[in-house]
């Protein structure tokens, strides 16, 4: 009934920027808190970015000053803008969205994941 599809990965040379997108479609009743995550070979996944759906953000240590997340609750789309990229960076990005909908005429809260888009950056 939830799709999420992201979109903006690829291939960059370390200090260079991408943007990522994500956006979500299907029975939505309205969307909470939306976020980044992203998992290295041999790593756990990690959250990067979150952004609740008044705005507020929370960025994990390692891009603090360099990811910026915004949200347009119009398109229901997450983006996240990376700038001055690092190699340590390199990973699959998931969008993560927190979603309310209707499920069997009920109202009902659920957590959805994108694909993932790969991110590399190069040295």
């Known amino acids: 009934q939830v799709q999420l599809v992201e979109s903006g990965g690829g291939l960059v040379q370390a200090g260079g920027s991408l943007r990522l997108s994500c956006a979500a479609s299907?029975?939505?009743?309205?969307?909470?808190?939306m976020g980044w995550y992203r998992q290295a070979p041999g790593k756990q996944r990690e959250l990067v970015a979150a952004?609740?759906?008044?705005?507020?953000?929370n960025y994990a240590d390692s891009v603090k000053g360099r990811f910026t997340i915004s949200r347009d609750n119009t398109k229901n789309t997450v983006y996240l803008r990376m700038s001055s990229l690092k190699p340590e960076d390199t990973a699959i990005y998931y969008c993560?969205?927190?979603?309310?909908?209707?499920?069997?005429?009920?109202?009902?809260?659920?957590?959805?994941w994108g694909q993932g888009t790969q991110v590399t950056v190069s040295s």
């Open positions: 993560n969205a927190n979603i309310q909908l209707v499920l069997v005429q009920l109202l009902t809260t659920r957590n959805y």
């Open positions: 299907g029975s939505i009743v309205s969307i909470n808190a």
């Open positions: 952004i609740t759906s008044g705005g507020i953000t």
